[in-house]
């Protein structure tokens, strides 16, 4: 079934070919790697991703800033509530409205449903909605009754009710705060506490939406805002203690605080900025001044970011004179959040998003794999292992029966069938040598350019390379056919070579219309010719996006070399040769 | 009698009435068996199916026992072929080919290829694609009679050669004769064929028109003799004495009889008594031999063309009257048509056969029109030549 007499012979009429396009398409295929590595074409690339980066670290911090700039003044308000409540005698009353509604509440709950014996989150619930109802009537029966109260109860019914649930929670954490125990200096701790819980929580459950968030990253984030709570309560707790010890009453000032709230902020950014470098004595005097500087540039940001959104608050909210505008609650915090997606747009925020689109496109585009995967390995690349199997699997059969020198084989005892394996044979084996050769090139070349961490990694060139032989094989199982079934060289090389060489030029075409060209470039309609050519089976894109989807392509062309070599040895075979 | 190749009602239709059709002819264990025909009458495509290259539509070709086309590979062990188109493969020298040719063949001794190689004279380190067209023929020869194997196959396999290798050759396929070989050979040169063959057929637009014994030609119970008388008189007295004349030319007193071999010392005695410028034995071969038969095949294709034309337009009589005459100029025709084959067969390749046919045909046509008249005019001379004869000799 194999004769070793033939297959030496081919291999000495088809050398100078193989040795020809093997020779060009390493060099080729050294150049591309090596010099353009070297040429580092991807760094107008990276700048552009760089802007990009920087802009979204921008964004990231600035929001950060004024998230940290209102949650101080949010705890500073809170505080300048809960004080005030305290003042005037109205926290323990309220204290025991809570205590007493919650456990009775609690007990009906209890009462009503006998099986329950654990109490879930959403029974709990139901306990505290129920609870604050019924606060809520005594209330405003209390009011009623005693109308000096109304000044103390300066709340609307949502307010009053939210401020009880919240009352609600704090009892639940501190069961034991009734009776004696029940001073205001306790409530207030407690409530101050559960606003620690409060905000951890909050910042827990937001900072686990972002990207890449892990529960520790997340836990960090939302202790660092439950500190800095805990701090603004510290620096209100300051305030009134310097007015007391000045000897005169302290006056809650909110441009005061804000000032205050600013200056913190900056201060906290600047301090996590020098850490992020690293500690003191780690670092050599000129890496400090560059981390000072860093933490600098990054305090001056946070400042501009709140300066900006105060700015627009004030800008939204007041008329022209300064005085405040008459706002809806909904207005008021539709106002707010255009003040903060103002003041927390980066630079590419600036830009029109068509353009900015574009442009973040431009920069995630990757030049290597497009000039090594799209253009060489599947146009340039191809071109001489094209030719060259075009014309060898034409002169190994067609070639031979149209000259009659095929017949100098078959007078001999040789059957068609092993002719025509030997010479399948023959040109599958000198592709694989072609790409096996060209495989070890190209690992080389990406060795020397800095093996896995150069743009495009040994395991992906490794599939570029097979992924070409199986395109090859298919091809070349198309030409064998052709050459196996036409008797006349211009039959099998027209239809062999024409066809193939119509894949190649489609390629070409198609490269126009594929994704690997950014949509500024792109014509989507040269896209079609994507579907005419069988080297749109050896998808390079997927090899360097990671997906698995050129495995399933892959087996379609090897699928179609091998079906095509069947047929040519079968119609070879049974057709009458002209010999 | 067992047959090494034989081919039964061996069809293989192209179309256009050419291919090969209904061949049937076997060949015996140590004869050989030469094909002759005209260009693309069919002598290649029947030895390709006996290569088993091509598959018959109808019939077989069997060769030692063994249908050609469905073990074409077994066949190859008793077969050895000089193709008659010759196109090397892709390979630098000649002796490059044939050590690869060995290779194919299994062939480890080369002293009989060596002594092929010094026998053809020739030089098979030359490049491939630089020898001459005897030199490719020298080498395909080498390469096929190398293996040394029971069944030779030649298509014209002397093609190129120059007359002194063409000797050689002939001489060399006479040693594998002697050595009990069985050949199959088509050649237009019938020297070669008579020198070689024991039989030849005659192919014919795909035809076989007749299979020839050579043995039956050389020993032919008849031989032709022409003879030539100094005077007229002489000339027309011995035309009278009913010996069966072949060739008549009257213009130069000469006449070809043809005659028994038994009766030729009867022959002398007559001739005893006529004054003869000379006389000579007209030899009577292969070409000559199927020059006739050629001739005659032409002759009965024409008729059978006039017979399907006039049947629709004349009537019967018509025709009868007109069969009848064709009968009595057969003789006389026969001559011309000969020397219209050798013409034929002396012609170069033709591009389609097909004009050439119908060509020939129509000059078929005026020749026997020419005849015809010629033949009037000789009769009229006949009558006034007998009349004056008559006179003189009262």
């Excluded at chain 1, 921008?58 to 004024?66: G, P, V």
């Excluded at chain 2, 070989?181 to 005659?202: G, H, N, P, W, Y």
Aim: net charge negative; glycine share 6%; with cysteine.
């Amino acid at each position: 079934m194999f004769s070793k007499a033939l297959f030496k012979q081919s291999m000495k009429a088809n050398w100078v070919k193989w040795v020809m396009a093997t020779a060009s398409t390493c060099i080729m295929l050294a150049i591309v790697i090596i010099v353009l590595g070297n040429l580092g074409i991807n760094n107008i690339r990276d700048q552009l991703k760089e802007v990009f980066t920087q802009a979204d670290q921008q964004t990231y911090l600035k929001t950060n800033a004024i998230d940290s700039y209102d949650l101080y003044l949010n705890a500073v308000d809170f505080e300048n509530g809960v004080i005030m409540l305290s003042d005037s005698g109205m926290a323990t009353v309220l204290w025991g409205f809570v205590t007493s509604n919650y456990d009775s509440a609690e007990q009906t709950f209890k009462r009503e449903n006998p099986d329950i014996t654990e109490l879930s989150e959403s029974d709990y619930e139901i306990i505290r909605n129920n609870a604050v109802d019924s606060t809520y009537t005594q209330i405003v029966g209390l009011i009623e009754m005693f109308p000096q109260y109304a000044e103390n109860f300066n709340f609307e019914e949502d307010e009053l009710k939210q401020l009880l649930y919240f009352l609600m929670l704090t009892y639940e954490d501190n069961k034991d705060l009734t009776g004696d125990t029940a001073t205001s200096e306790n409530i207030i701790s407690a409530l101050k506490e559960r606003f620690g819980n409060y905000v951890y929580d909050n910042a827990y459950a937001t900072a686990l939406t972002q990207e890449d968030a892990t529960e520790e990253t997340a836990h960090a984030s939302a202790m660092s805002a439950r500190e800095l709570a805990s701090d603004a309560f510290a620096c209100y707790d300051q305030q009134k203690s310097q007015a007391e010890v000045d000897g005169g009453t302290f006056v809650y000032d909110n441009d005061n605080f804000k000032t205050l709230a600013n200056d913190y902020v900056n201060d906290m950014f600047y301090q996590q900025a020098l850490l992020s470098f690293g500690t003191d004595g780690e670092l050599s005097e000129e890496e400090q001044t560059e981390a000072e500087q860093m933490a600098l540039a990054a305090k001056v940001m946070s400042n501009t970011a709140i300066t900006t959104y105060e700015f627009w608050i004030q800008e939204l909210t007041t008329d022209e004179e300064g005085l405040p505008l008459e706002l809806t609650d909904e207005e008021y915090s539709d106002a707010l959040s255009k003040a903060r997606e103002e003041a927390t747009k980066s630079i590419t925020g600036q830009i029109d998003a068509e353009v900015s689109n574009a442009l973040e496109e431009l920069g995630n585009m990757d030049i290597y794999s497009l000039i090594i995967g799209s253009i060489f390995y599947r146009i340039a690349g191809l071109l001489m292992p094209m030719v060259f199997v075009i014309m060898t699997a034409n002169g190994l059969l067609a070639g031979q029966v149209d000259s009659g020198s095929m017949a100098y084989v078959l007078s001999t005892p040789t059957k068609r069938r092993t002719v025509t394996l030997t010479q399948m044979t023959y040109l599958i084996v000198s592709l694989f040598a072609m790409f096996a050769l060209l495989t070890v090139t190209s690992v080389i070349a990406v060795w020397i350019s800095g093996g896995n961490a150069f743009a495009i990694n040994y395991s992906q060139i490794l599939l570029f390379n097979l992924g070409a032989f199986l395109t090859m094989f298919a091809i070349a199982g198309f030409c064998f056919m052709c050459s196996a079934i036409f008797n006349r060289t211009k039959y099998s090389l027209g239809i062999g070579g024409g066809v193939t060489i119509f894949s190649l030029v489609c390629t070409i075409l198609g490269l126009f219309g594929s994704s690997v060209v950014p949509s500024a470039m792109r014509i989507g309609a040269m896209d079609f010719f994507n579907y005419l050519s069988i080297v749109s089976l050896y998808d390079t894109v997927s090899i360097m996006a990671g997906s698995l989807a050129y495995l399933w392509k892959f087996a379609i062309l090897l699928g179609i070399g091998i079906v095509c070599f069947i047929v040519g040895i079968f119609r070879f075979d049974k057709k009458d040769l002209p010999l | 009698m067992e047959y090494v190749i034989e081919a039964k009602h061996l069809t293989k239709d192209y179309g256009d009435k050419r291919g090969i059709f209904d061949l049937n002819f076997s060949i015996a264990k140590g004869e050989v068996f030469g094909f002759v025909g005209t260009n693309g009458s069919g002598k290649t495509t029947t030895i390709r199916h006996i290569m088993g290259f091509l598959k018959a539509q109808e019939g077989s070709v069997t060769v030692m026992g063994l249908d050609s086309w469905k073990n074409s590979c077994e066949i190859k062990k008793y077969v050895e072929y000089v193709p008659g188109e010759i196109a090397f493969p892709d390979l630098n020298d000649g002796n490059s080919f044939l050590k690869a040719q060995a290779e194919l063949l299994g062939l480890q001794n080369m002293d009989y290829a060596n002594y092929l190689v010094d026998r053809l004279q020739l030089d098979p380190s030359a490049n491939l694609k630089r020898m001459s067209k005897g030199m490719k023929q020298k080498t395909a020869i080498v390469a096929a009679f190398m293996a040394d194997k029971d069944i030779l196959i030649l298509d014209e396999a002397n093609t190129g050669l120059d007359p002194l290798m063409r000797e050689t050759f002939t001489e060399l396929l006479l040693e594998e004769k002697k050595k009990g070989k069985t050949i199959l050979m088509s050649s237009q040169s019938f020297d070669e064929l008579e020198q070689v063959c024991d039989r030849v057929a005659l192919i014919f637009n795909g035809h076989i028109i007749d299979i020839a014994k050579l043995s039956d030609i050389k020993n032919s119970e008849y031989k032709d003799y022409k003879i030539e008388f100094t005077t007229r008189e002489e000339y027309l007295k011995f035309k009278r004495l009913k010996y069966e004349i072949v060739r008549d030319q009257e213009k130069y007193n000469q006449v070809t009889i043809k005659i028994k071999n038994s009766d030729i010392n009867r022959l002398f005695n007559v001739l005893k008594n006529y004054h003869l410028k000379f006389m000579s034995e007209v030899k009577y071969n292969l070409e000559k031999y199927f020059k006739k038969v050629l001739a005659e095949e032409y002759l009965r294709q024409e008729e059978e063309l006039k017979q399907s034309k006039e049947k629709d337009i004349s009537e019967k009589t018509k025709e009868e009257i007109k069969f009848e005459k064709h009968e009595n100029k057969r003789q006389v025709k026969k001559a011309n048509e000969e020397e219209k084959s050798e013409k034929f067969f002396n012609k170069p390749k033709v591009k389609a056969e097909k004009k050439e046919n119908k060509r020939q045909i129509k000059e078929i046509k005026t020749i026997k029109k020419d005849i015809l008249k010629s033949d009037k005019k000789y009769k009229k001379k006949m009558k006034k030549d007998s009349k004056k004869g008559g006179k003189n000799v009262q």
